[in-house]
């Protein structure tokens, strides 16, 4: 039974005046109840959640906090929550940007986040990078030239399916 000291209790009232204390604290003091304080009253605070306390429900709270914002994904190792993250970001944060975040840890995340941005090819890994994925990013509407040349030197033989393509467009 996890019971809240009276310790916890004063962390929580100092954590709820100043957001900047939660990182000072020793490790030993940043239980699941201070930990979850921490990150509702600032989203930054996540960086600082011991490994041994972090969890799901704690990186959702994290995420919805007044101040968070994509510079907290890196610190939530649960690819499901970081694709939320993604998803309440990207009206506001280029897809580059928030993708540059994360590890792209499968197919769907990778095809995702090349259609989002034709430029998210360069992130993703080397073991998820298809003929059809960069099919997809060459037919984005921002793929450009620098695109085209990253395709064209994993993938030789997409280079006349590529000028097919820009024909059409043209037409």
């Known amino acids: 039974m996890n019971t809240l000291t009276d310790r916890g209790k004063w962390d929580i009232q100092k954590i709820s005046g100043d957001k900047d204390y939660y990182c ?23 960086e600082y959640v011991p490994e041994t306390v972090i969890d799901r429900k ?28 993604i998803q309440r970001f990207l009206s506001n944060t280029p897809a580059f940007v928030l993708y540059s975040f994360v590890d792209i840890s499968d197919i769907k995340m990778a095809l995702e986040a090349v259609k989002a941005d034709a430029y998210c090819l360069q992130l993703v ?26 395709v064209m030197e994993r993938f030789p033989d997409l280079k006349m399916e590529r000028t097919q393509n820009i024909c059409l467009k043209m037409k």
């Open 24 to 46: 000072t604290l020793p490790e030993r003091h940043k239980t699941a109840a201070v930990s979850m304080a921490a990150v509702s009253v600032s989203g930054q605070n996540l």
């Open 58 to 85: 704690i990186c959702r709270t994290a995420l919805e906090a007044k101040d968070s914002d994509c510079s907290i994904l890196p610190y939530i190792p649960y690819p499901d929550v970081q694709k939320e993250g």
């Open 125 to 150: 890994p080397s073991e998820l990078l298809t003929k059809d994925l960069c099919k997809t990013a060459l037919i984005s509407p921002n793929a450009d030239e620098k695109v085209s040349q990253f």
